[in-house]
């Protein structure tokens, strides 16, 4: 692999949205993507995933716990605490407000765990925004949410790919931005798709995302290994781009 194939294999995190730690792990191991990111979210974790990451991050990868944590303060402290001593170099949490993010930010003190803010689900269609009593629009709500974690010192946040421009403008490298809702672009069809803010990895590359989250077009590829690499070609072929503008700058 090239040096900007590296860079961009650590730029990934695949979802290991598989019904029990078993299969995730044996899937995980057939990928062979040693510099990626392995994310274990809420299915997963709660048929074996807690352990599944104990034994990755003591095996190496970098595991990325998608626990979305939003709960009273204590709770939030405690658990962070929990999520740290497993070894996880990712966590997510709710920023909903800022008493939750200081919560999270307690909780991982002594630890390399890099908190991320939840801001608004990829999922979230900008319309319903209203029926959930939020008078914001979608930009600005996921800046507000952003300047909860900015502040309490998280690592960065999760976003969808459309708000990481206004995102890296408002914090600069202050808040790396993780972007899910990544679709290769290829016309590959994705069972169940419920994502509402898409791009492509390069696009969300472009954008300014330090990592994008990929599940359902590597899971239900019929090789996920080999759709993995496309993905990472893409990506490689946008970090190079971003390495030669910045060269002639």
Known sequence: MTEVEIEAERKLI??????????????WQRLALPGAVAKIGLELLFAGG??????????GARVFVDAKLFDIGNTV????ARVAALGATFLTVHA?????????????AG????????????S????????????????????????FTADAGFDGVVSSP????????????????????????TGQAVAGDDQARTATPGDALRAGADYIVVGRPITQASDPAAAARAIIAQMAEAVAEMHGAEKSR
Not at 14 to 27: H, N, R, S, W
Not at 50 to 59: I, N
Request: contains cysteine; proline residues 6%.
């Open 14 to 27: 695949v979802a290991l949205d598989m019904p029990d730690a078993g299969e995730a792990y044996a899937f």
């Open 50 to 59: 807690v352990e599944l990451a104990r034994k990755l991050s003591a095996e």
């Open 77 to 80: 402290e405690r658990a962070t």
């Open 96 to 108: 909903q407000d800022p008493q939750t993010v200081a919560a999270a930010v307690r909780g991982r």
């Open 111 to 122: 630890s390399s765990l890099k908190l991320l803010g939840i801001t608004l689900l990829t």
């Open 124 to 147: 979230t269609a900008p319309d319903s925004l209203g029926a959930q009593g939020i008078s914001l629009p979608s930009a600005g709500l996921v800046q507000l949410r952003a300047r």
């Open 162 to 185: 459309l708000e990481v421009h206004d995102l890296k403008a408002a914090f600069g490298g202050k808040l790396a931005v993780v972007c899910p809702g990544i679709r290769p672009g």
